[in-house]
């Protein structure tokens, strides 16, 4: 089992330093670059290119694209990010305050979304073909086929505008504590809620159908157990292996699918500090919150990976 999780891990870093690479030359054949983006038509209207010049090696812009990748990634790992190319801000600075409320509103709608998830995915399997399956399938289908934006705005019209018991917009600042920021968050958490869980309500459905089925239940059928307990004990350990790599994957996919949602409802979170960085061309704070991403999403995989190896022997040898 250890080393099939070294393979992983190893296999993991190459990705995540593929990541790098490709978010670094993602930004890099944007037109244009920070100095252009900062200045306006007038500023620019009055520069030469000797000026032009001047201010790209005081900001470091004149130097390789593959310098200055080797000069971040060796900073990055080491924990240092760099800082901004105008202003010359702290980029563990810039994103530290964004990413605790990103974090804080993903494990927020992973707490709701994947023990509601299990009970629906759940429920429909139990009653297969019944009422509760078809409204389970069909409500499943209807929340992921809705674009985050449609559904967000939809809510904040429903709830903010003509019942208005939730605000349309997070007032919370940056720095807020969480309760004020969780406080505030109720329709951004429902959005991604509604817009997320398909997957894993028909990965939990599927693989509890799957297991109603298996020998192994029969057998504690023909034994007399109860229902609820073949249920409990006999189905449902079976069912949720096939759904932990999904839901870690989910969770992991949170900190960048809020994006849309953040930028909706104005919650300050990585969301909005990447929006603002791309358009900025702060390539640095781009590559700081692709590598937080990457990672997260690594290990949440490799955790995923443990625990399928942890319950499944079969997956050990592969």
Known sequence: MLKAIGR?????????????????VSTEILPGDALQV????????????????????????DRPA????VEWLSGAVGGNFGTTIIGRANVTEVIAYPLRNSLLLGLVTALVAIPAALAIGIAAAFWRGRAPDFAASSGAI?????????????????????????PAVITAFTNDPP??????????????VIGSIAHLVRLVRAGFIESLNSDY?????????????????????ASVIPALNSA????????????????????????????????????????????????IVVTMNLL???????????????
């Open 142 to 166: 209807l929340g992921y086929s809705i674009p985050e934006f449609a559904s967000g705005n939809f809510l904040i019209l429903c709830f903010a505008i003509w019942i208005p018991v939730f």
């Open 217 to 237: 239940v029969e057998r504690a059928r023909l034994a007399g157990a109860s229902r609820l307990r073949i249920v409990l004990r006999h189905a449902l350990p």
């Open 179 to 192: 309760s004020a920021l969780i406080g505030a968050a109720f329709l951004p958490v429902l959005t991604v």
């Open 38 to 61: 900062s200045l306006t038509a007038d500023e620019a209207a009055e520069m030469t290119e000797a000026d032009f010049a001047r201010k790209r090696a005081e900001l470091g812009l």
């Open 66 to 69: 593959a310098v200055r990748y």
């Open 248 to 295: 870690a994957l989910y969770v992991a996919g949170l900190l960048s699918g809020i994006i849309v949602v953040e930028k909706v409802f104005g919650y300050p979170g990585l969301g909005l500090v990447l929006i603002n960085a791309v358009e900025k061309r702060e390539v640095a704070v781009v590559q700081a919150i692709s590598l937080i991403a990457a990672v």
């Open 304 to 318: 995923a990976d443990a625990a399928v190896m942890a319950l499944d022997p079969r997956a050990r040898s592969r």
């Open 8 to 24: 992983r891990l190893a296999l993991s870093l190459l990705v995540i330093w593929l990541v790098t690479v490709l978010v670094f």
